[in-house]
């Protein structure tokens, strides 16, 4: 935004302030992250940069840290515990929060602000809260699928850990699709209805393909919340299910190593990838949407 | 013109026979609609919004459910058929075109659903653009269209399923002037080609007139009258179908009398003779319509009157006079531009007179404002 000419003196100093008030706010909210990515190349094994660090002397950075999370079996577990995780809760999440955004957009649904408000309170409740109580009602579900269906312990640790995931997805996948719902136009799946296709014809044909950046935008949002979750695994997994965050929040406690800042800083890449991918979708859908008659 | 006499209820491919519809269990949106329609009919439901007329359509089209009464297709009560088995073709008011899919995908998808093979699809799909003039269009996509021509595409998609029942929600609602005249003989002409039976919904006088065999004109819930655009316009049965359908002189007064057809109708201290149409008996209150191209400047008819003259406005080939005529200001005389034609002054006096024939007294309602 360039300033217009016949701005006064005290528009000119806004201006010039705002722009550096911005940019301070950014640098408060990015250089934290920013912080450990050059720690993490360090030839040294100490959570401080170096004297060598700063003079750039031969061996003071290094790749180690990152040959040693790709190939040290601690980590390699926990990045495949961490997906094995994530992707089927991502799955169970997108399948009931898109069914649930299609039910409560439809203005005929009694109560249907209730249902919305319960159902995006795993968002909202304070994380360790529905840790606990999900740690009381899956201990149960445990024992019942361990001792009366006969399920073998791991397995059952990771039944919960994903059912767990599940529902803190599924209120980011409702607000997502509700959102792309808000535009559909219903005449649309009348349309389809008068031409003879059936309801589950009209949804795939006709809705799905229009509100799928809100589906993938949800399913993104849920499988960025299992990968990073750290509350509810300690509470209720164990070391059979043990993921990324739970390696490093372990690992800080108890053996302080680089390694932990090369996973850290992956993580913050893969984040970085997803969130662009989720741009580039949010603008496909507008373009779709701005070109949509009426 | 098709003509009442000739509706029997063997001959009505679509019958509503005494429809209720209510959305919230106490106030009726329709009420008792009782309606036939013969194959290959053009019937428009008009009616000013919040008349029940677009209801009806969708209970036809199934979208909505009746809560009294049948609805009848080809014979058959179509209540417990859902909308994808009761193979009708709708045009909507938005065109509601998959934005997703090109024009010819949207043409080929109700044909996918029917299982066709695809030649026999594209065999169609091209056959029903070039029938609305856009057979270069089918891989462009709707947003590329312009307002027309995705009207084009929804009529070509309502039709190209071979459908024998279509249905049209305002479907000009959108388009400006011109292209709306337009589209209304294209889709006459679709309808006169192909002897579908058409059922059009619209707030639109003019739309219902140019396009309609019959036109059923909807208020409050009902039929107010079911009849073709002549009749409509010349010989109103209620006063709320005089006043809806064009121009329409009015006056309320209370029947004197009646002798044979005609009613004398006392308004203020003039009593004038009017055909009773729908007046009541003596006593009653009625109001009287006469068309403004039915008056004329003179003392030549059954009834005359004098009137002040309020405004005059030059419309090239007639003048349109305001007159304040018994009271009622608002009164209009629409006077040829003839060489021998004597045009009265604003401010002036005059006579103004009209056959007893052309004067209707119909109900009296306060409604029709």
């Known amino acids: 935004m360039a300033l217009p000419p016949y701005a006064s003196t005290g528009q000119k100093f806004w201006h010039y302030s705002f722009r550096m008030l911005c940019a301070v706010i950014f640098f408060f909210l990015v250089a934290p992250i920013f912080a450990i990515i050059p720690l993490s190349f360090s030839g040294g094994e100490y959570f401080t940069y170096t004297e060598e660090m700063l003079t750039f002397s031969d061996g003071a950075y290094s790749l180690k840290h990152y040959e040693d999370a790709l190939t040290n079996p601690e980590w390699t577990t926990a990045v495949w515990n961490s997906f094995r995780i994530a992707i089927p809760a991502t799955m169970i999440a997108v399948t009931l929060g898109t069914l649930a955004a299609m039910g409560l957009s439809q203005s005929h649904v009694p109560g249907r602000r209730a249902i919305m408000a319960i159902l995006i309170s795993p968002m909202i409740v304070p994380l360790i809260i529905s840790a606990l109580g999900m740690f009381f009602f899956y201990s149960q579900l445990g024992n019942f699928l361990e001792d009366t269906v006969g399920l073998s312990q791991g397995l059952v640790e990771y039944i919960k850990v994903v059912l767990a995931h599940s529902v803190l997805g599924v209120p980011f996948v409702i607000i997502t699709v509700t959102a792309t719902l808000v535009g559909f136009d219903r005449s649309l799946t009348r349309a389809a209805a008068s031409m003879g296709a059936g309801p589950v014809r009209t949804f795939f044909k006709v809705q799905m393909p229009l509100i799928l950046p809100g589906v993938i935008s949800g399913a993104l949002f849920a499988f960025i919340t299992s990968f990073d979750e750290v509350v509810v695994i300690t509470i209720i997994g164990s070391q059979k299910v043990q993921t990324l965050p739970w390696q490093m929040f372990v690992g800080l406690r108890e053996q302080i190593s680089l390694t932990i800042l090369a996973v850290a800083t992956m993580m913050v890449i893969l984040s970085i990838l997803l969130l662009a991918t989720l741009e580039l979708l949010r603008r496909r859908n507008e373009r779709i949407r701005g070109l949509t008659p009426g | ?369």
């Open chain 2, 1 to 369: 013109m098709v003509t009442e006499t000739s509706m029997t209820d063997s001959s009505a491919y679509v019958a509503f026979d005494g429809v209720q519809k209510s959305y919230d269990g106490k106030t009726l949106v329709v009420k008792d609609l009782n309606l036939k329609i013969e194959k290959g009919e053009f019937v428009t439901m008009l009616g000013p919004s919040g008349s029940g007329k677009t209801t009806c359509l969708m209970m036809l089209a199934g979208f909505e459910t009746a809560t009294h009464g049948q609805i009848l297709l080809d014979g058959v009560s179509i209540n417990n058929i859902p909308p994808h088995k009761r193979g009708i073709g709708m045009v909507f008011q938005n065109y509601a075109l998959f934005p997703h899919m090109t024009v010819g995908e949207n043409l080929s998808f109700p044909l996918e659903v029917r299982g066709m093979d695809k030649s026999t699809r594209q065999d169609k799909v091209q056959r029903a653009l070039d029938m609305v003039r856009m057979g270069e269009f089918g891989s462009r996509r709707p947003a590329q269209l312009s307002g027309g021509q995705q009207q084009r595409i929804a009529v070509a998609r309502a039709l190209v399923f071979d459908a024998e029942l279509v249905l049209m929600d305002e479907p000009l609602g959108a388009l400006d002037k011109q292209l709306r005249e337009e589209m209304q003989y294209e889709i006459k002409r679709i309808h006169e080609n192909l002897g579908v039976t058409v059922v059009y919904v619209t707030h639109d006088q003019s739309e219902a007139l140019t396009m309609s065999d019959r036109i059923a004109v909807f208020d409050d819930g009902r039929i107010q009258q079911l009849a073709g655009p002549s009749e409509l316009y010349e010989k109103p049965e209620t006063s709320f179908v005089a006043q809806f359908i064009g121009e329409n002189n009015k006056f309320t007064g209370r029947v004197e009398e009646l002798v044979g057809d005609v009613a004398h109708v006392s308004v203020g201290d003039t009593t004038i003779k009017a055909l009773a149409v729908n007046c009541g008996g003596k006593g009653d209150l009625s109001q009287l319509s006469i068309r403004p191209e039915r008056v004329t400047i003179g003392e030549l008819g059954d009834n005359v009157v004098d009137a002040k003259v309020c405004e005059l406005i030059y419309l090239g080939d007639h003048i349109r006079c305001r007159l304040d005529v018994l009271g009622n200001d608002e009164f209009v005389v629409k006077v040829p531009n003839a060489s021998n034609q004597k045009v009265p002054e604003v401010g002036g006096e005059t006579s103004i007179s009209w056959s007893t024939q052309d004067c209707r007294a119909l109900d009296h309602a306060e409604v029709a404002a």
